[in-house]
Nanobody, 124 residues
């Protein structure tokens, strides 16, 4: 499975961005997908995930502002990010795995496949 993350950029606080994670070589509907982010000097942290049955999961810090979804016709998972804050600045990564149990969506080691990351910068 190859994952291509895109959609990052520079945005003012309060603005919006939509990240995309495109699958190649496999059908996205067969995979759980997670979004993680890593800011300079910090550990990679969980942002959001979507199960194979399309159940969403969110970190408390983004709940109510971010929305994860998938379009299986395009083999793509999206992360809609609204009301962006300066603390959302990071490199965002998408990850995928065929089998992720409910309690493990927040763990990076639950995912075998990773995209290359896309930079999100929020200016205050």
């Amino acid at each position: 499975v190859q994952l291509q993350a895109s959609g990052g950029g520079l945005v003012q606080a309060g603005g919006s961005l939509r990240l995309s994670c495109v699958f190649s070589g496999r059908t996205s509907s067969n995979y759980a997908v997670g979004w993680f982010r890593q800011a300079p000097g910090k550990e990679r942290e969980f942002v959001s995930a979507i199960s194979r049955s399309d159940t969403p999961f969110y970190a408390d810090s983004v709940k109510g502002r971010f929305a994860i979804s998938r379009d299986n016709t395009k083999n793509t998972v999206y992360l809609q990010m609204n009301v962006l804050k300066s603390e959302d600045t990071a490199v965002y990564y998408c990850a995928a795995d065929r089998q992720v149990i409910n309690c493990a969506y927040r763990r990076p080691d639950s995912y075998d496949y990773w995209g290359q990351g896309t930079q999100v910068t929020v200016s205050s």
